[in-house]
C-alpha cells in the first residue's frame, strides 16, 4: 500500500518501494490517492470495520477522536497533503486537496478538522509569507506527523480580528507574549502555533503581525493550556485556548514582515475559505447516500418512499445542490492558480454560500428521513452527527457574516470596472480534471476590479446552443441571470459610502448574498460547457445544469423558464446509479469504498 513523505520528502511505500504515482501526472496522482483513502479506511457502513460509521459515533459519545481513524491517516501520512511539493509533500493543487479531505469529511467532519485541516489552515500562513527557514521547520514539524494550530480570533472580538488585544510586544531578542487565545482546535496537542498578534499598540490594520511559535523551546511556566471546551458538533475536537505570561519567543518567529499579519491573514483566507467548505460535501454526499437508502427501503402503502413524489424531488434537490457548491468550490480552488488577484472575492462567496447551502439540503433530507433524523445511533446515527458537525463550518476563523463583509466593499468597484467589461474565465477554471500550476503564493491580491467568473457568465449567453428543450432551458436561465446581473450592477454603483463597509445596511449583505449565488450560476454553466465533450455523459448532459440553474433561480426569488420533463427525470436517474454503482455525488463521481 502506498503511503506518503517521509520525514525527509522521500516518497515511497513501508517496505521502500518506490511511490509509482511520483512521476506521474496531476490527475493520476489525486486519483490514486483518493483510491488510496478509501481503501485504507474501509467501507463505513460495514460495522466491524474500525472506521466504521459506528465506531465513529462511538468515538463522538465519548467526546473524542477516532484513535483508529487517526492512526489509519498516521499511516497514510495524511500530513504530507498539506506540505507543498516544493518542500517534500503531495500539496500541488488546492482542488485535489479538496478531493483528498472530501473522503475523510464523508465519514466525519471531526476527523477532518480535528486530525489535519487545521493543521493546514495554519500552514499557509507559513507557505505564502514565511521565510525559508521556517518554511523547512513546518514541513519537517507536519511530515513528521506533528501538529500545528491557529489563533486569530478572541472571543471578546469575534471576527474583528483587528481589534485583537493578544500582544507580542517587541523586545531584544524577539517578541513576548502576553494574553489569551480562546477555541483554539488542537491547541493542546499542536507542537506549533501560529498566532495572530498585536505588535504595536496604536490601532489600524498595521498594529498586528503574525508568529509562527513552536512549542519545543517555549518556557512551560509562561504559558498554559485552557480548560477544554464541550462542544455541540464536533464533539471529538480538542477546542481549548492558550494563556501566555510574559513568554518569550525569538524573532525568527515572526511570519513576513511586523505590522503586516492583516494582509497576511486575509491572503490565507482566500485559500482557505476556498478549499475548507468544498471538503464539507462529503459529509452531505454521506447525508444523501443514507436518506437514499432510507427511501428506497421504506415501505409506505406498499410501496417505497422513493415513490412518493416530494421525497423522489428531494433527493434530486439535494444532489443538485452538492454539484452546485462542488462547482462554485471547484471554480474558486482553481482560480487560486490561474486567477489568483481575483480569489479574494470567490473564496468570501465560498465560504459564504457553500456551508448555507448544505446546511439547508440536510434540513430537506431530515424531513425524508423522519423521526430517524434523531437517532444517534445505528443506520442513521451518523446523519445527526453530520448535522450537528456541519455548522461548526460555517463559524470557523471566518463566519457568514464577515464573508460578506470581505465582499460588500468590492461590490462598487466590480460594477464599475468588471461586469459586462472584463474577459470571461479561461476554460481550465472549469476543466476539473486537467493540471494547474503551482500555487502562485505571491500573486494573492486583497482585493481586484476584475471578475472573470461573472464574465464567463456574460460571454455563455451567445455561446451557448439551444437545440434541445434542455439546452434551451439553460440558455433561458442564463439569460436572467445576466438581467440580475445588470440589477445588482446597478444597485452597487448607487451605493452610498458607508454601505460599502463592513457596518453596512442589511440591502449590502443581500446584494452579496445575490451576487455569491450569481458566481455559483456562472460555475455551473462553466462546468457544463467544459463537459459537453468529456468522458461523463451525466456532466455532458444539459438536464442537470438546467434543473441546478432553476435552483438558483428559486434561490434568487427569480422566476425561470419551466424545465423539460427529461431533466428531473435524468437527475432522479444519475441518483439513483450512484447509490447503487456506490459512487460520490459531486463532479468526480468517484468509486466509494462503502
Given at each position: 500500500?502506498?503511503?506518503?513523505?517521509?520525514a525527509?520528502?522521500?516518497?515511497?511505500a513501508s517496505?521502500?518501494?518506490?511511490?509509482?504515482?511520483?512521476?506521474?501526472?496531476?490527475?493520476?496522482?489525486?486519483?490514486a490517492?483518493v483510491?488510496e483513502?478509501?481503501?485504507?479506511?474501509?467501507?463505513?457502513?460495514?460495522?466491524r470495520g474500525?472506521?466504521?460509521?459506528?465506531?465513529?459515533?462511538?468515538a463522538?459519545?465519548?467526546?473524542?477522536?477516532?484513535?483508529?481513524?487517526?492512526r489509519?491517516?498516521?499511516e497514510l501520512?495524511?500530513?504530507?497533503?498539506?506540505?507543498p511539493?516544493?518542500h517534500?509533500?503531495?500539496?500541488?493543487?488546492?482542488?485535489?486537496?479538496?478531493?483528498?479531505?472530501?473522503?475523510?469529511?464523508?465519514?466525519?467532519?471531526?476527523?477532518?478538522?480535528?486530525?489535519?485541516v487545521?493543521?493546514?489552515?495554519?500552514?499557509v500562513?507559513?507557505?505564502a509569507?514565511?521565510d525559508?527557514?521556517?518554511?523547512?521547520?513546518?514541513a519537517?514539524l507536519?511530515?513528521?506527523?506533528?501538529?500545528?494550530?491557529v489563533a486569530?480570533h478572541?472571543?471578546?472580538?469575534?471576527?474583528?480580528?483587528?481589534?485583537?488585544?493578544?500582544?507580542?510586544?517587541?523586545?531584544?531578542?524577539?517578541?513576548r507574549?502576553?494574553g489569551?487565545?480562546q477555541?483554539i482546535?488542537n491547541?493542546?496537542?499542536?507542537?506549533?502555533?501560529?498566532?495572530?498578534?498585536?505588535?504595536?499598540?496604536?490601532?489600524?490594520?498595521?498594529?498586528?503581525?503574525?508568529?509562527f511559535?513552536?512549542?519545543?523551546g517555549?518556557?512551560?511556566d509562561?504559558?498554559?493550556?485552557l480548560?477544554?471546551y464541550?462542544?455541540?458538533g464536533v464533539r471529538?475536537?480538542?477546542?481549548s485556548?492558550?494563556?501566555f505570561?510574559?513568554?518569550?519567543?525569538?524573532?525568527?518567529?515572526l511570519?513576513?514582515?511586523?505590522?503586516?499579519?492583516?494582509?497576511l491573514a486575509?491572503?490565507?483566507?482566500?485559500i482557505?475559505r476556498?478549499?475548507?467548505?468544498?471538503?464539507?460535501?462529503?459529509?452531505t454526499?454521506?447525508?444523501?447516500?443514507?436518506v437514499?437508502?432510507f427511501a428506497?427501503?421504506r415501505?409506505?402503502?406498499?410501496?417505497?418512499a422513493?415513490?412518493?413524489p416530494?421525497?423522489?424531488?428531494?433527493?434530486?434537490a439535494a444532489?443538485?445542490?452538492?454539484?452546485?457548491?462542488d462547482?462554485?468550490?471547484?471554480a474558486?480552488?482553481?482560480?487560486?492558480?490561474?486567477?489568483?488577484?481575483?480569489?479574494?472575492?470567490?473564496?468570501?462567496?465560498v465560504k459564504?454560500l457553500?456551508?448555507?447551502?448544505?446546511?439547508?439540503?440536510?434540513?430537506?433530507?431530515?424531513?425524508?428521513?423522519?423521526a430517524r433524523?434523531y437517532?444517534?445511533e445505528?443506520?442513521f446515527g451518523?446523519?445527526?452527527k453530520?448535522?450537528?458537525?456541519?455548522?461548526?463550518l460555517?463559524?470557523?476563523?471566518?463566519?457568514?457574516?464577515?464573508?460578506?463583509?470581505?465582499?460588500?466593499p468590492?461590490?462598487s468597484?466590480?460594477?464599475?470596472?468588471a461586469w459586462f467589461?472584463?474577459?470571461?474565465?479561461?476554460?481550465?477554471?472549469?476543466?476539473?480534471?486537467?493540471?494547474?500550476?503551482?500555487?502562485?503564493?505571491?500573486?494573492l491580491?486583497?482585493?481586484?476590479?476584475?471578475d472573470?467568473?461573472s464574465?464567463?457568465?456574460?460571454?455563455a449567453v451567445?455561446?451557448?446552443p439551444?437545440?434541445?428543450?434542455?439546452?434551451r432551458?439553460?440558455?433561458?436561465?442564463?439569460?436572467?441571470m445576466?438581467?440580475?446581473?445588470?440589477?445588482?450592477?446597478?444597485q452597487?454603483r448607487?451605493?452610498?459610502?458607508q454601505?460599502?463597509?463592513?457596518l453596512?445596511?442589511p440591502?449590502?449583505?443581500?446584494?452579496?448574498?445575490r451576487?455569491?449565488?450569481?458566481?455559483?450560476?456562472?460555475?455551473?454553466?462553466?462546468?457544463?460547457?467544459?463537459?459537453?465533450?468529456?468522458?461523463?455523459?451525466f456532466?455532458?448532459?444539459?438536464?442537470?445544469?438546467?434543473?441546478?440553474?432553476?435552483?438558483?433561480g428559486?434561490?434568487?426569488?427569480?422566476?425561470?423558464?419551466?424545465?423539460?420533463?427529461s431533466?428531473?427525470?435524468?437527475?432522479?436517474e444519475?441518483?439513483?446509479h450512484r447509490f447503487?454503482?456506490?459512487?460520490?455525488?459531486?463532479?468526480?463521481?468517484?468509486?466509494l469504498?462503502?
Amino acid at each position: 500500500m502506498l503511503i506518503g513523505t517521509s520525514a525527509s520528502g522521500a516518497y515511497g511505500a513501508s517496505s521502500g518501494a518506490p511511490d509509482e504515482t511520483h512521476d506521474a501526472g496531476q490527475e493520476a496522482r489525486v486519483v490514486a490517492r483518493v483510491a488510496e483513502l478509501e481503501q485504507r479506511l474501509g467501507d463505513p457502513t460495514d460495522e466491524r470495520g474500525e472506521v466504521s460509521h459506528a465506531r465513529l459515533l462511538e468515538a463522538d459519545e465519548a467526546g473524542e477522536l477516532s484513535e483508529p481513524g487517526e492512526r489509519a491517516l498516521d499511516e497514510l501520512v495524511l500530513n504530507a497533503d498539506f506540505v507543498p511539493r516544493a518542500h517534500g509533500g503531495r500539496l500541488e493543487r488546492i482542488d485535489t486537496l479538496v478531493r483528498v479531505m472530501r473522503q475523510v469529511f464523508r465519514r466525519d467532519i471531526a476527523l477532518g478538522l480535528g486530525y489535519g485541516v487545521t493543521s493546514f489552515m495554519a500552514g499557509v500562513n507559513v507557505w505564502a509569507s514565511g521565510d525559508d527557514e521556517q518554511r523547512a521547520r513546518l514541513a519537517r514539524l507536519l511530515l513528521d506527523g506533528g501538529k500545528v494550530s491557529v489563533a486569530y480570533h478572541e472571543l471578546a472580538h469575534g471576527n474583528d480580528f483587528v481589534r485583537n488585544e493578544f500582544r507580542a510586544e517587541p523586545v531584544p531578542g524577539g517578541y513576548r507574549l502576553d494574553g489569551a487565545k480562546q477555541v483554539i482546535n488542537n491547541a493542546d496537542r499542536a507542537r506549533a502555533w501560529v498566532l495572530f498578534s498585536r505588535t504595536d499598540p496604536a490601532p489600524g490594520s498595521r498594529s498586528h503581525s503574525v508568529l509562527f511559535a513552536e512549542r519545543d523551546g517555549l518556557d512551560e511556566d509562561r504559558y498554559r493550556v485552557l480548560p477544554r471546551y464541550d462542544a455541540v458538533g464536533v464533539r471529538g475536537c480538542h477546542l481549548s485556548g492558550l494563556d501566555f505570561d510574559g513568554c518569550q519567543v525569538p524573532s525568527s518567529a515572526l511570519v513576513g514582515e511586523q505590522g503586516k499579519g492583516v494582509e497576511l491573514a486575509l491572503r490565507a483566507f482566500q485559500i482557505t475559505r476556498s478549499a475548507v467548505p468544498g471538503m464539507a460535501l462529503g459529509a452531505t454526499d454521506t447525508n444523501l447516500r443514507t436518506v437514499v437508502g432510507f427511501a428506497l427501503g421504506r415501505q409506505l402503502y406498499r410501496r417505497s418512499a422513493m415513490e412518493i413524489p416530494h421525497a423522489r424531488a428531494t433527493l434530486s434537490a439535494a444532489f443538485l445542490d452538492l454539484l452546485i457548491c462542488d462547482s462554485l468550490s471547484l471554480a474558486a480552488t482553481r482560480a487560486v492558480h490561474v486567477l489568483p488577484e481575483e480569489t479574494s472575492v470567490y473564496a468570501a462567496a465560498v465560504k459564504y454560500l457553500v456551508p448555507k447551502m448544505l446546511t439547508d439540503a440536510m434540513y430537506d433530507l431530515s424531513i425524508v428521513l423522519g423521526a430517524r433524523f434523531y437517532v444517534r445511533e445505528g443506520e442513521f446515527g451518523i446523519f445527526q452527527k453530520h448535522v450537528r458537525d456541519l455548522p461548526v463550518l460555517s463559524l470557523g476563523h471566518a463566519g457568514s457574516a464577515a464573508c460578506q463583509a470581505t465582499i460588500i466593499p468590492q461590490l462598487s468597484r466590480l460594477a464599475k470596472r468588471a461586469w459586462f467589461a472584463g474577459d470571461p474565465a479561461p476554460p481550465t477554471l472549469f476543466r476539473f480534471r486537467e493540471d494547474l500550476p503551482p500555487i502562485p503564493f505571491d500573486r494573492l491580491t486583497l482585493a481586484s476590479g476584475r471578475d472573470s467568473l461573472s464574465a464567463s457568465l456574460v460571454a455563455a449567453v451567445d455561446e451557448l446552443p439551444s437545440s434541445t428543450p434542455e439546452e434551451r432551458a439553460v440558455h433561458g436561465s442564463a439569460l436572467r441571470m445576466m438581467d440580475e446581473l445588470r440589477q445588482i450592477q446597478e444597485q452597487s454603483r448607487g451605493l452610498e459610502p458607508q454601505d460599502r463597509t463592513a457596518l453596512a445596511s442589511p440591502g449590502s449583505f443581500a446584494l452579496a448574498d445575490r451576487y455569491a449565488v450569481l458566481l455559483a450560476a456562472a460555475s455551473v454553466i462553466g462546468v457544463w460547457q467544459q463537459a459537453r465533450d468529456g468522458d461523463d455523459p451525466f456532466l455532458a448532459d444539459p438536464a442537470w445544469a438546467a434543473a441546478a440553474l432553476q435552483r438558483l433561480g428559486r434561490r434568487l426569488g427569480r422566476p425561470l423558464p419551466d424545465l423539460p420533463e427529461s431533466c428531473e427525470r435524468r437527475v432522479h436517474e444519475e441518483v439513483l446509479h450512484r447509490f447503487h454503482e456506490n459512487r460520490s455525488y459531486d463532479l468526480y463521481n468517484t468509486p466509494l469504498a462503502g
